[in-house]
Each structure stands twice: as C-alpha cells, then as structure tokens.
C-alpha cells in the first residue's frame, strides 16, 4: 500500500472561472445587524426543525472579535426559541479547556440566556468519515447526536493554523471532543501537540467536518459573519491581532464548500490593502487546501451565484459585493 499524502497547492487561489464545478446558491447581504443575521438566515432554513443545536465560537474571555452576544440572543429568540448552543472544550490548556473552566468564561462572555450543552462533557461518540483518506470516524462530542438539525453560525476570520476559520473550522473543530478527536487532527503519534499544519492538517480537519455534515444529512445550514476579521482565531481572545481587514457582510448557503470558498472570494476580490494581511495569512499557512478537499470530498460547489437579498435578489460579482468598504474602525 502506499504511503498516503495530503495533496499539495494549498497556498494557491484558484480564480473563479478556472474551476470545474456546478454552481450553489449563496446569499449575501451587507447588513451587519440581529435583523441582517435573521433575514439571511431565513433564506437557508429549511429542514431546520426538531431539536435544534445551533454550533458557534463562543470565545475566550472577554474576546473582542466573535459574533455579538446581543445579535445571538435577538436571533434565538425570533428564530428558534428553543434551540440550544453548542461547543466542545478545548485542546490546549486555557479558559475553555475543562468544563468547569469553560463554564466560568460562557457565563463571562454573556452566554448565560440560553441553553449551552458542552457536547463532549459526558464523554465521546465516533461519527463515521465515508471515503476519506486519513480517517474512518471522528471522535466527536458525545452529546452531537442529541439534535435533529444543526445551525452552523461561523464568525468568518484568519485562523493561526488554518490560515482562515470559515464554517468547515467551525464544525471539523468545533465538534470533535477536546481530547480525543482534536488530537487526531492536530497531532502525529508520539510527536508536539501542533505537529499536524498546512495541507495535512487542512484535510483531517476537513474530514472531521464531513463526518458532522453526513451525519445531519439535509438538516444542516450553514451562516458565516463577515465582520472584524482578525487574523487570528477567536481561540485567541484578548491576544489576537488587531483587525485592519474591511467588515464586508453576512453569507449564508446549504453548501458549506461554496459558503467558504464565497467568502475568500470576497477577500481575494477586495484591494490590496484591504486584504493583505488576511491573504497572507491564508496563504502561508495553506489554508486554501480546505476548499479544494471540501469538493473533492463531495461536500459542495466551488462555484455558486451570489444573491444580494438587499437589492431584489440581484446576481452580484465579488467585486461588486466588496466596492467601497469602509476601512475597518473598531
């Protein structure tokens, strides 16, 4: 058998009209606000319904840059008033790293108005992985499989290992249990805590996120917020870079690949001094494996029309949708 390999080129932007793909719809909309959030949201809801969990980055203490506590509880209320909020501890030592722990930072960042389920606090559950290459299941936490439907509201921003955190961040991340399942995407046997990056780590993350998406089958939608685009993670709090990236808006589609790959092309659309930080990060970090693996894995489109739903559904190009941003001012 040979040795497997993860598929170079991850520092690479493939330009839109060079990719061989169908076309997803993705939805977009200027407006960052609870009523943008809940607008775009209902242009991708269907089959959301049952119990719902709703998977987002709830932050380090005090974190300055996640998705506003005040438009979560707004979108709740209005949209689905019984679903709960979702997130696993973490993998490295820090504030959300025991339950007890990060119990203490959701009640310091606001997320005490709703239900909060620390999906990996009574233990783990492995989802299986179909067709992949590194992984036949993903240690996930246990609680996953206690919702019918799964919101994935992602704030979009650099990440330090992934070069960017889109929704595929969100979930292959996001819902594999502290412990176990973070270590197998982050770590080779017998090696540092971080060994796994670029490619190799862009692909196991990946397949993580399949083996949530396969799981919630079409009772899955997926939101990211385009606003105070650190190039750091959330994962990073207090301590994350300053933003000097445009806020650009809010997208949202049933296909994770084409929601993502949406959102680099807005930041691959932009001026260059808008984006040269964020594109850096992404770029060095060979973040962009994470779109061409999400539709070799047939999870999606690489190729979509953008809806504007601010001006009668009108078909936008990139530029179009990322002309006269403002400079970001926080």
């Not at 040795?3 to 076309?23: C, F, H, L, Q, V």
């Not at 809801?45 to 987002?56: H, M, R, V, W």
């Not at 709960?84 to 606001?110: M, P, S």
Request: charged share 30%; aromatic share 8%; with cysteine.
């Amino acid at each position: 058998m040979s040795e497997k390999k993860a598929k170079k080129g991850g520092e690479k932007y493939i330009p839109y009209n060079e990719r061989t793909s169908d076309e997803s719809i993705v939805y977009f909309t200027r407006d960052l606000s609870p009523k943008g959030l809940k607008k775009i949201y209902e242009r991708v809801n269907e089959n959301i319904d049952g119990k719902i969990a709703i998977k987002l980055h709830t932050g380090e203490p005090h974190g300055p840059n996640i998705i506003p506590v005040s438009w979560i509880k707004e979108f709740i209320k209005d949209e689905c008033s019984d679903a709960t909020i979702v997130e696993t501890n973490t993998y490295y030592e820090g504030d959300r790293y025991t339950t007890k722990q990060h119990r203490k930072t959701l009640k310091v960042n606001g997320w005490d108005f709703c239900k909060v389920d620390i999906m990996d606090e009574d233990g783990t559950i492995d989802l299986p992985v179909k067709n992949a290459k590194w992984f036949d299941h993903m240690t996930m936490g246990k609680n996953i499989v206690n919702y019918d439907s799964l919101i994935t509201l992602t704030h979009f921003k650099g990440h330090t290992m992934g070069g960017f955190g889109g929704s595929n961040k969100n979930l292959g991340i996001g819902c594999a249990d502290g412990r176990i399942g973070k270590k197998m995407i982050h770590s080779y046997p017998n090696e540092g805590q971080w060994s796994i990056a670029e490619e190799d780590f862009m692909e196991r993350m990946t397949e993580s996120t399949k083996a949530t998406v396969d799981h919630f089958k079409d009772k899955i939608t997926f939101v990211n917020v385009m606003r105070n685009m650190s190039v750091s993670c959330d994962c990073e709090g207090v301590e994350a870079e300053p933003v000097v990236t445009p806020n650009v808006g809010i997208l949202a589609s049933r296909d994770i690949c084409a929601l993502d790959t949406a959102c680099i092309d807005l930041v691959y659309a932009m001026k260059k001094e808008e984006n040269h930080d964020l594109v850096e990060r992404i770029e060095t970090r060979h973040g962009l494996r994470q779109l061409s693996y999400m539709h070799e894995l047939k999870m999606g489109n690489t190729k979509y029309k953008l809806i504007d739903i601010d001006n009668d559904d009108k078909e936008l190009t990139q530029k179009e949708a990322v002309k006269d941003l403002k400079p970001f001012n926080n």
